[in-house]
């Protein structure tokens, strides 16, 4: 599980690539005020809007999410663990005034851009050059 990549997987790249496209910039991998070894996949640091790209597997989609049938008592305790920690790190944001926005990796980029752009739709975004497409 080391070797697998934390950040910068080929589903981000592409997210943060349309989010630039249309304009939006922001933070990657910014840390989560307070809560050490935490960190936002997209971070729009100026509204305080918050964006974790989830991935099926790690995070039990409930239409994707598998679970391994080798050390499957294992694996429950791992998932359960991992979502205690996604609503854990849910908690601390929206207390400290972020909001936050989880993104299942099998949204089509189109539906992820746009709920992005909904959630800071409550402010004044001005896009900086992007190209609408």
Same mark, same amino acid.
């Given at each position: 599980?080391?070797?697998?990549? =934390? =950040?910068?997987?080929? &589903?981000?790249?592409?997210?943060?690539? !349309?989010?630039?496209?249309?304009?939006?910039?922001? =933070?990657?991998?910014?840390?989560?005020?307070?809560?050490?070894? &935490?960190?936002?996949? #997209? !971070?729009?640091?100026?509204?305080? $809007? !918050? #964006?974790?790209?989830? %991935?099926?597997?790690?995070?039990?989609?409930?239409?994707? %999410?598998?679970?391994? &049938?080798?050390?499957?008592?294992?694996?429950?305790?791992?998932? !359960?663990?991992?979502?205690?920690?996604?609503?854990?790190?849910?908690?601390?944001?929206?207390?400290?005034?972020?909001?936050?926005?989880? @993104?299942? /990796?099998? #949204?089509?980029?189109? /539906?992820? $851009?746009?709920? @992005? &752009?909904?959630?800071?739709? %409550?402010?004044?975004?001005?896009?900086? %050059?992007?190209? /609408? /497409?």
């Amino acid at each position: 599980m080391s070797t697998l990549r =934390r =950040r910068d997987n080929d &589903r981000e790249l592409a997210l943060r690539s !349309a989010l630039h496209k249309v304009g939006l910039r922001f =933070r990657v991998a910014y840390p989560v005020p307070g809560l050490p070894r &935490r960190s936002i996949d #997209v !971070a729009f640091t100026r509204f305080k $809007v !918050a #964006v974790f790209l989830d %991935g099926c597997f790690w995070h039990g989609c409930p239409e994707h %999410g598998t679970n391994p &049938r080798s050390n499957g008592a294992w694996w429950a305790t791992k998932f !359960a663990a991992n979502g205690a920690r996604d609503l854990d790190t849910n908690a601390h944001l929206e207390g400290a005034g972020w909001q936050v926005v989880r @993104i299942w /990796e099998h #949204v089509p980029l189109d /539906e992820a $851009v746009s709920a @992005i &752009r909904v959630a800071l739709a %409550g402010h004044v975004v001005a896009p900086r %050059g992007g190209r /609408e /497409e």
